[in-house]
């Protein structure tokens, strides 16, 4: 197949990258680099089944040539970026979905979209599977991300019964791993940085709010089996084990053997309380479950970040 994968230069969208051409197939990689970092892709060049085209996608999108899928992965994922970068994250969201589905549908190929957990807000249903409709406050903060991934949703639904597209939706959990920016604003970036530097852990709130966290390659790989199934509806992906923001903090210490202590802030306007996937119909139809423990994912992700802190 030759896909075409916006955001290829971000943290997914590399490791997708890599899983495609892994797999044998051609990718085209799209990206603008306001987030995503080109040496996350260095690697590949000279690679004749990979090409890098530099476009914000919220811009009309044209590529001359088959594509046999559209994979939408662009946009601001972090809490500091979509906090400085609210309306560019509004405009992925819908233009630069809406450009990525006309893409895909002048090419007649599968169109896979990106989603996350955010949608479901701070829920008040745990855990949450995907007939759950959310609780997000639309004018918080927090809003412009949540929100844009709502309406790419129902755009992507859209498109598929309106003009009868092949599409997909991944409903993407809290992950990490390699090639995370250092102090992005994820918890586990900012952990494992802090702890390295030997600077206080940051704590927002009591710290008992919970998390599930899933490594990269055991989200790459529910990703690739998505895209290669028939399933239509959204599909949570992520690691069902919960742990409170304490407990990271306390693994991370002892991983790392650092003296760094915690330090606690106030809690962000609308930071959900729990987090925690159910994922019922990815075991049952997709036969996918993270296999990676946290310890060994940490493990990776603190020798990745040993090298570069």
Not at 41 to 65: C, E, K, M, S, W
Not at 95 to 104: C, I, M, Q, S
Request: proline residues 6%; charged residues 20%.
């Amino acid at each position: 197949m030759r896909v075409l994968i916006t955001g290829a230069a971000g943290f997914l969208g590399s490791h997708l990258t890599d899983r495609f051409l892994a797999d044998g197939h051609s990718v085209v990689g799209m990206d603008n680099l306001s987030t995503g970092a080109g040496e996350n892709l260095a690697h590949l060049a000279g690679n004749p089944r990979f090409q890098l085209v530099h476009q914000d996608v919220t811009n009309y999108i044209d590529f001359q040539g088959p594509l046999d899928g559209v994979l939408h992965f662009a946009s601001p994922a972090s809490p500091v970026d979509y906090l400085e970068m609210p309306i560019q994250t509004l405009k992925v969201g819908s233009l630069g979905t809406h450009k990525a589905l006309g893409l895909a549908k002048a090419k007649g190929a599968r169109f896979f979209l990106a989603s996350t957990s955010e949608v479901y807000g701070d829920p008040q249903v745990h855990p949450q599977p995907e007939s759950y409709w959310g609780h997000v406050n639309p004018i918080g903060p927090r809003g412009v991300y949540d929100e844009a991934k709502r309406f790419a949703e129902a755009m992507t639904m859209a498109y598929h019964r309106y003009h009868k597209m092949d599409t997909r939706i991944v409903r993407i959990f809290n992950t990490y791993g390699p090639r995370m920016r250092a102090r992005d604003g994820r918890v586990v970036s900012n952990f494992v940085v802090q702890a390295l530097r030997g600077e206080p852990l940051t704590i927002y709130g009591d710290g008992n709010q919970t998390r599930s966290f899933c490594f990269v390659s055991d989200l790459v790989e529910g990703i690739t089996r998505l895209f290669h199934s028939d399933l239509v509806e959204p599909t949570n992906v992520g690691n069902p084990r919960e742990f409170t923001v304490v407990q990271l903090a306390e693994l991370v210490l002892r991983l790392t053997g650092s003296s760094s202590t915690i330090e606690r802030h106030p809690l962000p306007v609308d930071d959900p309380r729990v987090r925690q996937p159910d994922i019922t119909r990815a075991r049952a139809l997709l036969q996918w479950e993270p296999r990676v423990s946290l310890e060994d994912g940490l493990r990776q992700t603190i020798d990745y970040f040993r090298s570069r802190v």
